[in-house]
């Protein structure tokens, strides 16, 4: 996907990553559209992109986050990528997680980008990107964070199916699966406390590795071996 010609959305561009990611796509040369929860930092990062066209939504409607995609491919004259940047994070042992919180872990992580992505792929055309963070616990499961992990490993193995399904339409599914990452996404968890971490990777650092993903037309962002994080086309 040629990023300086590209009609993106980006759901979850409220969180510290989203906005990040929706500034460096807006500073390419690409259409943004950004969605997410607080209406206050939303109109910030929609004025921070050139009054980007810009839409609240809920994670737990999942009608409304698919007519998201119907609106930001009308609103940007058609569609090239979905990026999605949702999620929320719980912590502690499986006995201590509510059925309530388990649930809140499955919308956020997977179904509501799920629901996303799923009504992205009728709208892009050949070379266009479906996208959703995942994570390194989608491969290797945390003690601690059970439910989360699930959640997660649930979204990957949705990708990595619709990357099959897709091989012939020419679209991509982008799995990104991020280490710890410097968001202080940890502080914001709806249970629990998380584990101490090494320093993680940076912000900048992430974006740089999901843009050139994008631009590549990469199936995978995952932890590096010479460096942070490597994009495996």
Known sequence: MVISHAGILVPGATGVLGTALALRLHEQGAAVAVAGRDQK????????CGDAPARAFDAYDLEQCARTVTWAADRLGGLD???VCVGGAAFGPAE??????AEHLFTVNALAPIAFLRAALPLLEPGGVIAAITGVVADSPLAGMADYSASKAGLAAWLRAVRREQRASGVTALEIRLPHVE???GDR?????PPVLPAGVPVADAV??????LSAG????????????DVER
């Open 183 to 185: 968001t202080g996404f």
């Open 189 to 193: 968890a709806v249970l629990g406390t």
């Open 218 to 229: 990469a199936r995978v962002v995952k932890p590096g071996h010479d460096a942070p994080l």
């Open 96 to 101: 201590s997680v509510s059925d309530a919180v």
């Open 41 to 48: 930092r939303l109109a910030r990062v929609s004025q921070a």
């Open 81 to 83: 990528g979905v990026v």
């Open 208 to 213: 740089d590795a999901i843009v050139a993903a």
